[in-house]
């Protein structure tokens, strides 16, 4: 079995994808690396969940085991043996250079046991009050692991919506719960800091308690052709990909994402944010091609192309205030389709899920490009500045709404060049703003193309 499943693991991926943008590296598909081990599966999958009696039956040691004695530039593999297709697990580290890969027909559960993640006693599975508090670890980290990666055909599940074992709730009925007030203390399922050219390649991510992947304080991260899967309402805070502080040289490529929040969210922390590449995607429901709220540390030198964003709440978004506000610079967005979304682009510096709207750090855009964007379905554009010496600052390059639904307009210290390509926008006469250029029919290319079924 082993032997024919490490032949088509194994076949020569030369595609180089044309990735001609920010991110500064020669970003080729990845290959599966040789194994240095391999762990059969012992338990069974019954429906999407595990049986009952399974519950406490954890392979977390023997999978930390066998990551901890595995030789770099080699992976540990998570196989079916024969009906017994599942593993469970509490948190887990990766090693530098070491890569788990999770095999075809194979589901990785998250424990639903909140005392595991809990990084002091109590501190996991409430809803706290106390500013600042981190009482989960994630579900797989890789703190200061260079080169490692988590990759193939398998599933990994973070049961965001299943109840906490001894617990009337789920980790998203916390998520709800803090709505009124308080942060929910859940696990995040991958994150990856202090972590250079860390690969997430064919994997399959579902149900997060948190975010699905975050990527801070590192240099070089890929993902390619994965698959993000979360329910669209009652997930909150579940975005699928964040790469964030300190995040450089960074492409997402190839990948499908519905999730019950932002669909990729590039957040400027302290340490900024810079050199990304997002390019051959489908978006489905979430909130969006997001940069922000945090952009406080700058975000620059964005390429978002080739691009499907079919029924999301938003769909090309930048999203700051000041309190957490800073400048974001050199984006540009092209080739990129949006249907059915309340908001095909909005650019708000007034967003009100997080922080205080006023503050000390007041947030700027300029040299912002949108090119060759089609959009269908009605919907709200919005260009909110914050006041008028901190302004939007936006060519539209051939932005065409395609249909005759309804369309309203926001704009407010905002300066908008149209053209050179013909862009049907309407923009009124908004608030301490221009609009350069006059609006002009074009003959935009089909997007029928780009909307495909999401890839279960």
Same mark, same amino acid.
């Not at 499943?5 to 080729?28: E, W």
């Not at 490692?148 to 709800?176: C, H, N, P």
């Given at each position: ?138 579900? &797989? @980290?890789?703190? !200061? ?5 988590? /990759?193939?055909? $398998?599933?990994?599940?973070?049961? *965001?919506?299943? +109840? ?113 590449? &997002? @390019?051959?995607? !489908? ?5 969006? /091609?997001?940069? $922000?709220?945090?952009?406080?540390? *700058?975000?620059? +030198? ?127 006469? $908004? ?26």
């Amino acid at each position: 079995m082993i032997s024919r499943f490490l032949a088509s693991l194994l076949l020569p991926f030369s595609l180089v994808s044309c990735l001609a943008a920010q991110d500064a590296r020669t970003v080729i598909e990845p290959i599966l690396p040789s194994l240095c081990t391999t762990l059969d599966a012992h338990l069974q999958a019954v429906g999407n969940t595990l049986a009952p009696a399974d519950e406490q039956k954890l392979d977390t040691a023997r999978i930390q085991k066998a990551i901890d004695h595995c030789g770099k530039e080699r992976a540990v593999m998570l196989r079916v043996d024969d009906t017994r297709n599942a593993f469970l697990t509490g948190p887990i580290e990766l090693r530098p250079e070491v890569t788990l890969i999770v095999g075809p027909g194979i589901t990785l559960f998250a424990s639903r046991d909140a005392s595991l993640y809990a990084t002091s006693p109590g501190s996991c599975g409430i809803v706290s009050h106390t500013p600042g508090m981190h009482g989960c670890k994630p579900l &797989i @980290s890789a703190h !200061h692991a260079p080169g490692s990666g988590i /990759m193939g055909d $398998g599933v990994i599940d973070g049961r *965001g919506g299943e +109840k906490i074992l001894g617990s009337q709730y789920s980790w998203w009925d916390l998520a709800e719960q803090a709505r009124a007030g308080g942060g929910q203390q859940v696990p995040q399922l991958i994150v990856a800091d202090y972590s250079d050219n860390f690969t997430l390649y064919r994997i399959t991510l579902k149900n997060s308690p948190n975010f699905h992947v975050v990527y801070d304080h590192g240099d070089g991260f890929t993902v390619w052709g994965i698959r993000i899967d979360t329910p669209q309402r009652l997930a909150r805070n579940t975005d699928g990909v964040d790469p964030g502080d300190g995040a450089k040289n960074v492409t997402i490529t190839h990948t499908s994402i519905r999730t019950g929040d932002d669909n990729v969210a590039i957040k400027g922390g302290a340490g900024g944010a810079t050199s990304m590449t &997002i @390019s051959h995607d !489908h978006f489905y429901w979430g909130h969006g /091609m997001s940069i $922000g709220s945090e952009t406080f540390g *700058g975000v620059s +030198k964005i390429r978002v192309f080739d691009l499907s964003l079919d029924g999301p709440d938003n769909g090309i978004r930048i999203k700051s205030n000041g309190s957490r506000g800073g400048l974001t610079q050199d984006v540009v967005y092209d080739d990129v389709c949006i249907r059915n979304s309340p908001n095909p682009i909005t650019f708000d510096t007034g967003y009100t899920a997080a922080g205080t709207l006023t503050g000390n750090l007041p947030p700027s855009m300029r040299d912002i490009t949108l090119r060759n964007i089609r959009i269908s379905g009605g919907g709200k554009f919005t260009f909110n500045g914050y006041d008028h010496d901190h302004r939007i600052a936006a060519r539209l390059d051939g932005v065409q709404i395609t249909d005759e639904a309804s369309y309203t307009y926001a704009l407010n210290h905002a300066d908008l060049t149209l053209g050179p390509d013909p862009t049907n926008l309407h923009f009124p006469a $908004g608030e301490d703003s221009t609009v350069s250029g006059t609006p002009a029919e074009g003959n935009p290319a089909s997007c029928a193309e780009k909307f495909v079924p999401f890839r279960q």
